[in-house]
């Protein structure tokens, strides 16, 4: 049984560019969020899918904006890089809202 | 004030020793509390969810108290695989299911 897998697993890129990272929930799960975790802090939460609609937002912009698939896996993308971007980007899949969260290995994103 | 604070640490401890782990939540209206656990440059990993009645698993034991807003994780007989950092998360409010984490707290255990 697969657990959370993301793709790619590194990426590096230039300031102003724009990312697609993916990730594929655990068999069974529903549920899509994402997080931003910078080097030498906690992850902190950027948004949460459910049925194919953005159902809560964190205190990011515009430029990062997500999507969720008719079979659970889901999209996060980056628009207008910025160095500040850097950092390791996970996701996480529960099966319903409410129940306990497992986090895929995550893409190490470096912006230069 | 942070919504999850924890003492970052380095907490250095030997084999076999009993470390406690303490945080404190602002959100009053948070309904689920967790662990994770975080080796270096890997996804955290749920260790345990924390229940206000308290909670055992093995060696760890997590503690919620509501009133202060502060929960804790003791583990006891440390092991050298204990070496981690610890990741105390609330979800945000009743209604939102989104995990806030702390910084983490930093254990290295030594033989």
């Known amino acids: 049984d697969a657990g959370v897998t993301q793709s790619p697993t590194h990426l590096i890129k230039t300031r102003g560019q724009q990312v697609t990272l993916r990730c594929s929930p655990k068999s069974g799960h529903d549920t899509v969020s994402w997080y931003q975790q910078a080097l030498g802090q906690g992850p902190q939460f950027i948004f949460q899918?459910?049925?194919?609609?953005?159902?809560q937002r964190g205190n990011f912009p515009d430029r990062f904006s997500g999507h969720q698939f008719p079979n659970y896996s889901s999209e996060l993308n980056v628009n207008a890089l910025l160095l500040g971007d850097s950092a390791l980007y996970l996701c996480?899949?529960?099966?319903?809202?409410?129940?306990?969260?497992?986090f895929g290995d995550g893409t190490r994103l470096s912006i230069l | 004030r942070k919504e999850v604070e924890q003492d970052p640490g380095p907490f250095n401890v030997p084999e076999g020793a009993t470390v406690a782990f303490n945080c404190t939540y602002s959100n009053s209206a948070s309904q689920s509390f967790f662990w994770y656990r975080q080796d270096c440059r890997k996804e955290p990993k749920l260790l345990m969810s924390?229940?206000?009645s308290g909670n055992e698993d093995g060696r760890f034991t997590a503690q919620l108290n509501r009133a202060s807003q502060y929960i804790s994780l003791l583990i006891r007989d440390s092991k050298l695989s204990d070496s981690a950092t610890y990741l105390c998360?609330?979800?945000?409010?009743?209604?939102?299911?989104?995990?806030?984490f702390g910084k983490g707290t930093t254990l290295s255990v030594s033989s």
């Open positions: 924390v229940y206000s």
């Open positions: 996480a899949s529960s099966f319903s809202r409410n129940q306990p969260q497992h």
């Open positions: 899918y459910y049925e194919e609609e953005e159902r």
């Open positions: 998360v609330v979800n945000g409010n009743q209604a939102g299911t989104a995990l806030i």
